[in-house]
T-cell receptor, first 115, second 114 residues
Framework: AQSVTQLGSHVSVSEGALVLLRCNYS??????LFWYVQYPNQGLQLLLK??????LVKGINGFEAEFKKSETSFHLTKPSAHMSDAAEYFC?????????????FGGGTRLMVKP | GAGVSQSPSNKVTEKGKDVELRCDPI?????LYWYRQSLGQGLEFLIY????????KSGLPSDRFSAERTGGSVSTLTIQRTQQEDSAVYLC????????????FGPGTRLTVT
């Protein structure tokens, strides 16, 4: 069975500050890992994905994440927050154990950006 | 190109009524998923279709929930005898072998059961 834990349901940063959203996973097989962003009243948009290639993954909107197997982590970072980054962020894992490539999501982290 | 579309965007129904939610995946995508997003349970997998194979229904919460996919394209999620706990946003996603495990999500249908 696989699971995802996102530490911190709410994170608040000032505009221009570092963004760090934490994600830890458990998986019985090498995982595929994803970060999705959800803006109000919208669906999920893929930010980036890890698929066993480079451990440092760059995504859209200046976000990146680093896969650390020893820590079973896949934290999301952005050097400088922008007001438009305010949204809810979901970490997800996919492996061969579930239905096809079903995604198992963390509980989400709501990012607030203060001016 | 066109993304995943879902209809209706919002649905309000009375407890005990049946509802149908529609998903139109990206053209050519063979895999289709339904997820439910609710305050209490977060994002949960419901059902998965792959081409013409039998669907994996392992995530459906009760036998009041069913789904079909016609012609390997459009999918309908049906909830019979709706209950207040069915209130949630229902998200549909699609993917193809070309996209690997990357799923593309629709905007969702917000279901409110009164």
């Amino acid at each position: 069975a696989q699971s995802v834990t996102q530490l911190g349901s709410h994170v608040s940063v000032s505009e221009g500050a570092l963004v760090l959203l934490r994600c830890n996973y458990s998986s019985s097989v090498p995982p595929y890992l994803f970060w999705y962003v959800q803006y109000p009243n919208q669906g999920l948009q893929l930010l980036l994905k890890y698929t066993s290639a480079a451990t440092l993954v760059k995504g859209i909107n200046g976000f990146e994440a680093e896969f650390k197997k020893s820590e079973t982590s896949f934290h999301l970072t952005k050097p400088s927050a922008h007001m438009s980054d305010a949204a809810e962020y979901f970490c997800a894992v996919s492996d061969l154990g579930g239905a096809g490539n079903m995604l198992t999501f963390g509980g989400g982290t709501r990012l607030m950006v203060k001016p | 190109g066109a993304g995943v579309s879902q209809s209706p965007s919002n649905k309000v129904t009375e407890k005990g009524k049946d509802v149908e939610l529609r998903c139109d995946p990206i053209s050519g995508h063979t895999a289709l998923y339904w997820y439910r997003q609710s305050l209490g349970q977060g994002l949960e997998f419901l059902i998965y279709f792959q081409g013409n194979s039998a669907p994996d229904k392992s995530g459906l919460p009760s036998d009041r929930f069913s789904a079909e996919r016609t012609g390997g394209s459009v999918s309908t999620l049906t909830i019979q005898r709706t209950q207040q706990e069915d209130s949630a946003v229902y998200l549909c996603a699609s993917s193809s072998s070309a996209t690997g495990r990357e799923q593309y999500f629709g905007p969702g249908t917000r279901l409110t059961v009164t």
